[in-house]
């Protein structure tokens, strides 16, 4: 038998697989299976087996034969002759080629399916399509069709080839090869990298848009598509009036066909007006990726008693003062970071050490048996096994990341082991420590635990500072606990007596990576550098987590290190072991103990629907997935070439992960079991939000999960959400024994509340998080999966009191892939207020440059348009120097917006109204939502406005009412008032503390002159003027949420500054009422709004739920309150347009008015802040807003020409 030689299959580029299986090259390298049978012959005792197989090929017929000791043997035999056969022949090679040619990888096949339309963008950053040429041949052997497509383009004059049997795969192939080609040519001549589907370039994923900017802009009538079929291939047409105005290539779907159509018409239209695609890349920059279509003008009459008033007031401002601008512009230099430490006395600091030594030693000799006890319980805690090495550490190191375990008591013993090190080393009035808290309640609880342990009274060596509230401790030797807002506003104000002598700074519960903390970590390294290269004493910082990988922030703060990063100790917990459980083996149990008639709720649809999706869920493809992410992102590197992403500013897509809810059925049948197999404990459920909480809460009593929950005699049903805050204290009370306690509750639970009974926790691995879309100022609430941070702090819940329980309702697979911890709020927040932070701490570095060098920085654009509305607002000049506006703004605690509403409303005389709204904007909503008194909720929220149509001035009158009632019938009849109108207790509460300290801002910055109980409304008589005035209140809100304008364009939609359709949100006041039962179906006649009218809006939306772009908090506007507060005004002619997006067609001829009228308001308001910030940095007592007469007649003119316009 002849066989080929090693050089020949090397040649051919065949593996030497002949002898070792001739069954696998017969197979896969031929690409043959002829027919086999093997037969055993017992008369041939040493080859029993004999083995025959046969193949016509052509006009021939080949046999194979072969004798074995075993069956396999003989069949390989017998394929190794009949393989021979066709050598001797001179047939194998062209056979094994023509098997090349059909032979694929149907995997690259399918993932390039699109590959056409990848040339076809590719070609088109030339405005050139490529060219496509299709040869066919027959094989030599079996006489079969070839198909050999090639595409070339001209520019650049590239060329790739495909073969196949199958013509589309042919040309799959030809594209694939094409884009390989193209690769390796940029690889070599261009430096720069290409983004194929980059919107300022035409491509399939923008040409449609295009074409409807210029259909737009030219008023060209309808064209016509049309569909053909030529050989299994789809033609698309674009015609107008018969005539064809582009064709697409021939392509393997209708849909490809139809993108590839609208692309060479885009080009078409690109070549003949390239002026169209210059105009329409400028719209798209305004529009953050969108074409905004532009509004129809807004016929506007103004009465001519309100033109009549401004033409006076006009008058009188001439002849009192001449308008100059101001040529004083404030810069304000660069702070410098480092403060000079507070130098008491030597003989001062002797005797505080001394002082704290004594009381040390006291409180160890005490043998009070309850702090005896503390002591003992004290010395438990695992932090005390790290002593020394946690001491030894932070003294070596200038800065450190501690990650202690729930229970570990770092955050409690942490401050007190330093403090004690240095009292006992005779230098305890040189140990002052500074421990910051993500929330107040924390900072204070902490503060009153630490000095109960040190047996002494807060304000001694122990102290708090957090909004509102302040007990500092004595200023050398102590610890302070503050929010991290308030550290920050303390660098703001560097001669701050808290930070006079710092000693060690502790940044706690670093994971939780709010935007504060991410710049406080930027400040403090700021700070280390500038005392460094000062030679000043280095503040030590210490970074504290319970649960967070520290290489991040080691990595951070590793400059100063020769392995570049920070060093890092872990301590574990005391908790109790917690069993998980996940659903593969939940699942089981549930079907075990409960049969279909005793919990039906567990095999209804949905949830049999999420068990076989969820346990079908590969975390291996989902890693794939990933990695493939990964691969592309690596190859598009080294190739120069992404084919797929795009630099869309469009922040909705929704990854992956995000399937769909838990179902209520899984959930409460997971509880029955629960407590049918357990004899006590509490359980806790976490959920999403409030919606999922009564859904499920509607399950368990109807009985339908396995057991009856509706016996109170048995079961207690808590809904821990702050919608229902009277079940936020119930919860934590003793129950009689026997009746089981069932906490349902959202994340709320994971952190800030703490249920010590609880021994069972039941996890959606879900939560509800706020996105806000940093280009589109849009917040959208999603149901996301949790962290596996998270998910580790709800399991600890389960562990507190003594072995614990965690049952996750997911597959072991899902919870493998969550990821390590939730993305930090930077890259998912406005950054208007931390870029004013960030002048105002006084840095000559750009914005852009300090934010890109946080711990993980936003993206370029993000910070443009926080910059963009601080300009906007007059709080930044052009060079990023703070105004005198942006600096007053800089200390109010709200955002920039809201603070020049605030002082606004003191220069127009109605600050009380103001006032109330900016401390209600960043709250939850004053009203509680019970989903089963949705119509009398509404109905109070009506009777409230007093058909105000605003959902702002509803929100003031219920602050109003509620505190007239407070303070003239006390505590009792406010809370009935509270009760009756579907009111948050807290919210009011925190709505009159906000207020109030803007307010004592205004005063200590001399910018008002107030006398506390002066009057009932914040601010007093006289800047409460017009505070009854709506028109006015509703021109304030206009400038207070600035750009926050809508435009009525048809029935329910509405256009914004940013987005071309949204919706009024089913909460707002103004929601029209559907003539059906949808939600939102046709509006009944009487809530129709005509085209044209105008809101103001708090916030935008969209949630999981309804993709719908919905706007919050609605006020209904005069088209003068916009004219005159709704951005920048331009006046062309009867045409007044606002902020270049909101045109009005003025009526009357005196039209002139308007405008000359707002720039004197404007001029005015410009010198009053000026005058206000000049005199809130000297010790000027002047009453600047009552001595300005400027200001006077301003302030009436509005005010006369609004009502005489209503």
Known sequence: MLFPRNEELNEKGISKSIFSDPKIFLYEIIGMKPKLSIKLDKSYTTFPYYAFCTERIRRNVFIGKGHGTTAKEARNNAFLYFISKMYEKKLLFNIIEENKIGNHDFGLISKEANAKLDVLNYSSRWLALPKFEVSVSYTKIKKKKVYAVTVYTEEPRLEATGKSFDRRIAEILACVNFKKIAEEYHLENDKNNLLIKDWEILNTSNARKFIHFFEYKTKKGKTELIFKMKDNFWIALIKADEKILAMSPEMYSKKDSEEACFLVYALNIRKEMPHIFSEYIKELEKGNGEFLRPLSLIPTNISNKSLEIMKETISKLKNIQTFEKSKEIYSQKEKDLSWSPFKPSLEFLKQRSETLMKHLKELKKDKDHLLHDLLEKKQKLPIFSFKNNLLTLIKENPVCVIVGATGSGKTTQLPQLIFEDAILNNTGAQCNILCTQPRRIAAISVAQRVSFERNEKLQESIGYQVRFDSKLAKPVGSINYCTTGILLKQLQDLSSPILESVSHIIVDEVHERSIQTDFLLFVLKKIMKKRKSSGLTPIKIILMSATVDPILFCKYFGEEFPNKQAPSIFIPGSSFPVSSYFLEDIYQNLKNTFSKKQAPALFDKDTTSYIKTETAFNSNSYKEKEMEITENESDNHNSCIDWSSKNSSNQEELSFMNEKDIPDGLIATTISYIVKTTNDGSILVFLPGYSEINSLNKVLLSGRAGLDFSDNSKYRIYMLHSAIPHMQQEVFKKLEPGIRKIILATNIAETSITIPDVVYVVDTCKHREKIYDQTKCITSLLSTWISHSSSKQRAGRAGRVKDGHYYALISKNRHAVL???????????????????????????????????????????????????????????????????????????????????????????????????????????????????????????????????????????????????????????????????????????????????????????????????????????????????????????????????????NKRLLRTCYDNTALIHPSSINFPKSSNKSLYGPPISEDIAPSGTLYAFGSKSKTDLSKNLTLRNTTLLNPLSVLLFGGKLIQQNNIVQIDNWIPFHIKNTENYIIYEFSQYMDKILTQIFSKLHIQSHHSQTDDILNENKSRNIIVKGVVDALYANT
């Not at 870029?835 to 993980?856: F, H, P, R, Y």
């Not at 509680?928 to 149509?949: A, F, H, N, T, W």
């Not at 948050?984 to 307010?999: D, M, P």
């Open 819 to 1049: 990821t390590p911890a939730s993305p930090p709020e930077i890259l998912r927040s406005d950054l208007q207020e931390i870029c004013l932070q960030i002048k105002a701490i006084g840095m000559k570095d750009s914005v852009l440059k300090v934010l890109s060098e946080t711990i993980e920085a936003p993206s370029k654009k993000a910070v443009e348009n926080g910059l963009q509305r601080l300009y906007s607002l007059g709080a930044l000049d052009e060079n990023e120097n703070l105004t005198p506006l942006g600096t007053i703004l800089a200390t109010l605690p709200v955002e920039p917006s809201l603070g020049k509403m605030c002082l606004m409303g003191a220069i127009f005389k109605c600050l009380d109204p103001v006032l109330i709204l900016a401390a209600s904007a960043s709250l939850r909503n004053i009203f509680v939502q019970p989903i089963d008194y949705q119509q009398e909720c509404r109905e109070v929220r009506s009777k409230l406005g007093m058909d105000y149509k605003s959902d702002h001035i509803t929100i003031i009158n219920c602050f109003k009412k509620w505190r007239l009632i407070q303070k003239n019938e006390g505590n009792i009849s406010a809370s009935n008032f509270i009760e009756k109108n579907f009111l948050h207790r807290n919210t009011l509460q925190t709505i009159e503390n906000v207020a109030k300290q803007i307010l004592q801002i205004l005063v200590d910055h001399r910018i008002i002159s107030y006398k506390e109980n002066e009057s009932e409304e914040l601010g007093g008589e006289e800047l409460n003027k017009y505070s009854d005035c709506i028109p006015l209140i509703k021109s304030l809100i206009c400038a207070g949420f600035h750009p926050n304008i809508a435009v009525v364009t």
